[in-house]
Every structure is written in C-alpha cells, then in structure tokens.
C-alpha cells in the first residue's frame, strides 16, 4: 500500500481511504469492524466518516484492536452554526471514543456563499485544532469553483472532493476545471483525498479501469472508495498495489 503525507497536515494516509457511509455495513453489523480491521493489515490507515453515516460504531470496536495512533480518521458536519458543529464534533469523540479527531470537515460547502455562511464554523474548528480535539481542518465539496477557491484560503488544511472519469456529480464546473483545481490545491500544500470516484456505482461496470483513472492523478494524496464487503476491498487493494505515482512510498 502506498502512503504519503496528506498535504502540509503532517498525516501520513495510505492512498486507498476507506469510506463508511453504509449504516447496514459499519452501523452495528459486525462486517464493518471486520472490513476496517482487514484494510490495516494490508496498510489502509485512512477512514472517511460523518455524523450522518451511521458508521461510528464500527469506527469504534474497529479502534479497540488497534493503536489509536496508528489511523486516521476524518469525519463532517453539515452545521451551518458553531452549536451544530459542536454537537457533532462532540458526537463524533463520544460515539467513536477518542480524545481527538485527525480531520474534521465543514460537509458539503458547493457554493463559496454557503462557505463564507460558515466562517462561524471554520473558526470554531481552528480553535478545536488549537486546542488538540482536531488536528487539521478541512472542506468538502463537489463543486470545481469552490475546490479552486479553497486553494487560496490558509485556514483549509485539507479538501475532500469529487473525481471519477466521467465527471459524474461535479458541480460548479466540468472535469477539466476540477483536474485544475486539485493540481492547485496540491501546489497550495492543502491535502487531497477524493469521493465518488465510482460515482456512487454508476461505474461498477468499469471499477477497475475508474480506479485507475484516480490512482494515477500525481496531485492526489488519497481515494476513498465505499466499501460494503470483503471482496470489494481486497479488489481495491490490488488495483492500488499495481498503480505507481512520484511521490508515493510503498
């Protein structure tokens, strides 16, 4: 597994993210523990979650087995206020059991007014990083302009946003202006990691041939992928073993 360090952040990420956001699988089943603690023994150290995922549970019983350390974990609050996103920041420690979170993101920001709307939030972040609770702060979005706009903006560490070989579910732009976005935010120093890069299965068809497509970006940290089973991580495993890019160290 390919690891490097996640933009400026420090966080050292396997390339292969694992994302949670089946309740049925990481709500309780206990198939999602079992997922996330095979990907660390083939090296994915990097989950993706959210409050409104349903997945801390098995985020949680997945941790007992493990060096808290030793993973990173991002998770997202929709909160328009500082009361929501502390809510969810202080659901997020409780129901996952940790002191801290390695990422924590303002969710879903597709328009640069909704993200100028959430300044309140941004800075509560920035003091919960002050404070050690979060180690870097970041956005997500599936909007171009905004990815592109987020390069110029210091307080944002981290961007999570979309990327397949389609252009599927981009918004704010096409494929040629979020491939122009993601090479800037990672000349910025931001770290990159990427969603729907499947397109939420849209391109199953064509899984390994999309992966490749993303694994391939140089300007790209991380891919998380949605994994429901065992077969789908072990096949997202070897596609990423077999991808070499400048930079990653195996």
């Known amino acids: 597994m390919h690891t490097s360090v996640l933009g400026n952040t420090g966080l050292r990420v396997s390339r292969l993210c694992i994302g949670t956001d089946y309740a049925d699988v990481y709500g309780g089943s206990p198939l999602g523990r079992e997922i996330l603690l095979k990907g660390f023994s083939f090296g994915v150290n990097f989950w993706d979650t959210s409050e409104s995922y349903g997945s801390y549970p098995a985020i949680r019983e997945a941790l007992k087995a493990l060096d808290r350390s030793k993973i990173v974990i991002a998770s997202k609050s929709y909160g328009k206020t500082m009361g929501e996103a502390k809510r969810d920041l202080e659901d997020a420690l409780r129901e996952i059991e940790t002191n801290y979170l390695d990422i924590f993101m303002l969710h879903a920001v597709d328009t640069l007014e909704d993200f100028n709307a959430r300044r309140e939030v941004l800075n509560f972040l920035l003091e919960c990083r002050r404070k050690g609770v979060v180690k870097a702060v970041g956005v997500s979005t599936h909007s171009a302009k905004v990815a592109l ?9 981290v961007v999570l946003t979309v990327l397949n070989i389609r252009g599927l579910h981009i ?41 490749r497509y993303v694994l ?35």
């Open 149 to 157: 706009a987020l390069a110029d903006i210091p307080e944002v560490e």
């Open 216 to 250: 391939e970006n140089p300007h790209v940290h991380a891919v998380s992928i949605g994994i429901k089973n065992l077969k789908e991580l072990e096949k997202a495993v070897k596609i990423e073993s077999e991808v070499s890019v400048r930079g990653m160290q195996p």
């Open 171 to 211: 918004r704010g732009g096409d494929l040629q202006l979020m491939h122009s976005a993601i090479k800037k935010l990672h000349d910025a120093g931001k770290g990159v990691y990427l969603m729907k890069v499947l397109a939420r299965g849209k391109l199953a068809e064509q899984a390994e041939e999309a992966l």
